[in-house]
Nanobody
């Protein structure tokens, strides 16, 4: 089973930037579609964005233009670069992995989450 370990969360002032990382192990990372999700306490986990095994990216409308997803296959690492952070970005952020699932992508593996806090 692939394991996902997240890091990079913390407290950032509004307008600031942060980069989250997710290191994967256990499978061939380059073959996975990867995604980022966010979840507030008591609410549903929402899609932030993803990057496919072949490099195509997608974003939720609320994050498009501020957030950038990338991957470094040599390091087995997924990144979420967040700019112009807002208080409403305060959430637990999770990375997830999909191995050869399509239409739609099914995320079978999840990280433990990392807290991002943007005070108002």
């Amino acid at each position: 089973q692939v394991q996902l370990v997240e890091s990079g969360g913390g407290l950032v002032q509004a307008g600031g930037s942060l980069r989250l990382s997710c290191v994967a192990s256990g499978r061939t990372f380059s073959l996975y579609t990867m995604g980022w999700f966010r979840q507030a306490p008591g609410k549903e986990r929402d899609f932030v964005g993803g990057v496919s095994w072949n490099g195509y990216t997608s974003y939720a409308d609320s994050e498009k233009g501020r957030f950038t997803i990338s991957r470094d296959n040599a390091k087995n690492t997924l990144y979420l670069e967040m700019n112009d952070l807002k208080p409403e970005d305060t959430d637990v952020y999770y990375c997830a992995a999909s191995y050869m699932t399509y239409n739609p992508v099914r995320y079978d593996y999840w990280g433990q989450g990392t807290q991002v806090t943007v005070p108002s």
